[in-house]
C-alpha cells in the first residue's frame, strides 16, 4: 500500500502512448527502457523494464484490471518476452495481477523475497480483507529475491537490495549500468512508505532507505511504486522524512 502522500497522475490512452513512442528517437542497443502503468483506484506503479534491442523484460508489481491488462497488452504488442514478475513486496495493490499475467504469459517467473510469500496467499495479511476486496494468488514463487542477489536482464546488471520496513521482506532492485532503482514503497517523492502496518517497522525502514538507497549517487533515477519519478539526490536534499 501506498506512502503518507498521494500524487494525483494523469494515465496516457494506447494511442496517444504509440504517438508518443512514435515521435521518439530509437534508443541505443541495450540502454534501459522503462514503462510505467498506473492503477485508478490506489494509483500504484507497475512498470515493464526492458534493454533497448532485446526482447527480455520484467514485469514489476501488476496491479488491479485494467491496468494489468494493459501492460500485458504493451508486452505483446512489443513482442516483449516477459522473463519474470518481479514484486518488490507482496502488498494487494503490488500483487493483484499477478494470477492474470501468469494467464497471460504460461511460464512466466514469480520473483519475490521469502518473507512476503505469506502475504501472496493470505487477504488478511495483504491488507485487501480490511479493503473488503480479498486478493490472493494460487502461485508460488519461482525465486527467491535475497538481498545481495545479483539479477541479469539482458545485457544489464541489477543487485536486489534490503528496503524492509514498510513491509517485512520488501527489497528494492537497483542497476548500477542504468542509473536507475525501482523501490516499490520504501521511498517516494518527498514521502516514505507509511509503516503502521501490521508486520511493518519505521526504524527499520528509515535505516534501510540511508544505507540502501541514500548510498546510491546522486543522479539515480528512483522509480516508486506510487507517485512520480525522483532522484536519489532530490530525496536526500528535500525529502522531510530524511533531511537531518
Not at 15 to 29: I, W
Not at 67 to 85: H, K, M, S, Y
Request: aromatic share 6%; charged share 20%; glycine share 10%.
Amino acid at each position: 500500500m501506498g506512502g503518507r502522500h498521494r500524487h494525483g497522475l494523469v494515465t496516457v490512452s494506447a494511442a496517444a502512448r504509440a504517438t508518443l513512442m512514435a515521435s521518439k528517437p530509437d534508443p541505443t542497443p541495450g540502454s534501459m527502457q522503462t514503462e510505467v502503468f498506473v492503477e485508478s483506484s490506489f494509483q500504484e506503479n507497475a512498470y515493464v523494464l526492458w534493454p533497448a534491442g532485446e526482447p527480455a523484460c520484467w514485469i514489476v508489481d501488476p496491479s488491479f484490471p485494467p491496468q494489468c491488462d494493459e501492460l500485458c497488452g504493451f508486452v505483446t504488442e512489443r513482442r516483449l518476452t516477459p522473463q519474470a514478475i518481479l514484486l518488490t513486496h507482496a502488498h494487494a495493490d503490488h500483487i493483484a495481477g499477478v494470477d492474470r499475467v501468469i494467464e497471460r504469459f504460461p511460464g512466466i517467473g514469480l520473483w519475490i523475497h521469502p518473507a512476503e510469500e505469506e502475504l501472496l496467499g493470505s487477504a488478511k495479511a495483504n491488507l485487501s480483507a480490511a479493503f473488503g476486496i480479498p486478493v490472493r494468488s494460487a502461485h508460488r514463487p519461482t525465486r527467491y529475491l535475497q538481498p545481495g542477489l545479483e539479477l541479469t536482464l539482458g545485457p544489464t546488471r541489477w543487485l536486489v537490495l534490503d528496503t524492509s520496513g514498510h513491509s517485512p521482506g520488501g527489497i528494492s532492485v537497483h542497476c548500477p549500468g542504468a542509473g536507475l532503482v525501482i523501490v516499490g514503497d520504501a521511498l517516494f517523492a518527498g514521502s516514505i512508505g507509511r509503516y503502521d502496518f501490521p508486520h511493518s517497522d519505521g526504524s527499520r525502514l528509515l535505516a534501510n532507505i540511508r544505507s540502501a538507497l541514500l548510498s546510491l549517487p546522486d543522479e539515480t533515477r528512483v522509480l516508486p511504486g506510487h507517485g512520480p519519478e525522483t532522484t536519489v539526490g532530490r530525496e536526500r536534499t528535500s525529502n522531510p522524512f530524511l533531511v537531518e
